[in-house]
């Protein structure tokens, strides 16, 4: 998986550095090519030399030392990188690129690259726990940096706690994943591209009166992870988002809906050119019998709400499927495997992606789903817990491969 992979590795300046021996070995092993920059710092805890000597390849530290007049160094490892990878990152080097600082050679590399970026923080316990490197941390991941978390155990300075760099083993298998990661992810492109996805994501409104009305606590995290994902992978996408609480994605054409009816009418609107249907929406199965052209008044000691049923989205999709992809989600509380095959049967949908809602981590509001995914043959694959945006790709992997009659895997 590794071969061939152009690795920028940045070693920075605490005493874990002499583990990046150990990460750099392994790493060329696997057939990597990796090109080393340590920073000032950093050399004194390990020699140029020594990385040099285990990577083949010159080790970069001085921002002006540059050898080769055809390139400027710093630019020119920033392209030809396919993974950025710190280890171990320090606070300070973790700081600066928050703010974007490039005062040498790595983090002028830093800011000029587009490749992915990973970093494996490594400090004293309390430094890791700092509020200010916890912030400065949290806005990499939010910006796209991916982070191998320290270890916990005895650390350098004498202290017991969370601030170990990962060992080399584990950092390589995270890389390792990360490529093979990558390369689904365009094999799935291949399959995806061009392909028109529908989705709907969030509840929806059902009106009592002009200030009232009757909705769920869907945030859209889920059917907005799934747009997102197929956008991802190529497709033409249009998300139908009813409530949602968080903010919609850009770039991806987007129909704002209230109640469930006017999810049906701009669904039916699109099903005609979808090739994969996905019904993330948490659709109102009720709605009231009456929506009241004033506010009403409050005058008896009881109220009662006459309700009708809604058209089951899913369902009447399921009848009037020709070649479209259907795909349904269910939040259930129990007996989770039995509804879900009811439903996946009973809504004639090609899958139909199963969560048990009072599991920690899954179902409304949260980022993180554990689901499982059905057929009508069964279960297909019950997912580990894991991010709403993994969900959605491995979802989508799964129908782009069986509209396309390949294996998913
Ligand atoms: N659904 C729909 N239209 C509705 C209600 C539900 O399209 N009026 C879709 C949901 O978007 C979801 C699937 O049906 O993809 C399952 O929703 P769920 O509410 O779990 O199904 P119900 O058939 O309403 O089952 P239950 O009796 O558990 O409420």
Redesign the pocket.
């Known amino acids: 998986m590794l071969r061939g992979k152009k690795i920028v590795l940045g070693i920075t300046g605490g005493i874990a550095a002499y583990k990046a021996a150990a990460l750099c070995s392994g790493l060329v092993k696997q057939g990597a090519d990796v090109h080393v920059i340590m920073t000032d710092s950093a050399s004194k805890f390990i020699t140029e030399l020594t990385l040099q000597t285990l990577s083949r390849n010159p080790v970069h530290i001085d921002t002006f030392d540059e050898r080769n007049p055809e390139v400027v160094t710093h630019i020119h490892l920033a392209d030809l990188a396919d993974l950025v990878l710190i280890a171990p990152a320090t606070a300070n080097t973790i700081s600066k690129m928050t703010l974007g600082l490039a005062d040498d050679m790595l983090s002028s590399m830093l800011l000029a690259t587009t490749a992915p970026i990973m970093i494996a923080p490594a400090m004293n316990v309390h430094m890791y726990q700092h509020p200010a490197i916890m912030q400065n941390m949290n806005t990499l991941v939010s910006r796209g940096v991916l982070m191998i978390e320290p270890g916990e155990g005895m650390l350098a300075c004498g202290y017991v706690g969370k601030g170990r760099l990962e060992e080399p083993e584990t950092i390589i298998r995270v890389v390792h994943d990360f490529f093979a990661a990558q390369q689904q992810r365009e094999e799935m492109r291949h399959l995806m591209a061009g392909r028109k996805v529908t989705v709907?994501a969030g509840g929806t409104i059902e009106r009592i009166d002009p200030v009232r009305y009757i909705t769920n606590d869907s945030s859209g995290k889920m059917g907005i992870a799934v747009a997102r994902a197929a956008y991802a992978m190529g497709a033409d996408v249009r998300l139908i988002a009813g409530s949602v609480q968080v903010p919609l994605p850009e770039g991806i054409d987007t129909v704002r809906v209230q109640s469930?009816q006017d999810m049906y009418e701009a669904v039916i609107g699109e099903w005609s050119h979808t090739d994969i249907m996905v019904?993330?929406?948490?659709?109102?199965?009720y709605r009231p019998k009456t929506v009241h052209a004033t506010k009403m008044k409050k005058n008896d000691e009881n109220l009662v709400l006459e309700l009708e049923k809604?058209?089951?989205?899913?369902?009447s999709l399921g009848q009037r499927k020709n070649n479209q992809f259907l795909i349904?989600?269910?939040?259930?509380t129990n007996n989770v495997a039995e509804?879900a095959m009811g439903?996946v049967i009973?809504?004639n949908c090609d899958l139909l992606v199963a969560n048990d809602v009072t599991i920690a981590g899954a179902g409304f509001g949260t980022d993180t789903n554990k689901v499982q995914i059905y057929d009508a043959q069964g279960l297909v694959e019950d997912l580990p817990l894991m991010s709403k945006d993994d969900v959605a790709f491995r979802l989508l992997s799964i129908a782009a491969s069986r509209l396309n009659g390949v294996s998913a895997s």
């Open positions: 709907t469930a019904q993330t929406a948490a659709v109102a199965d809604t058209t089951d989205i899913l369902e349904g989600f269910a939040a259930e509804y439903k009973r809504k």
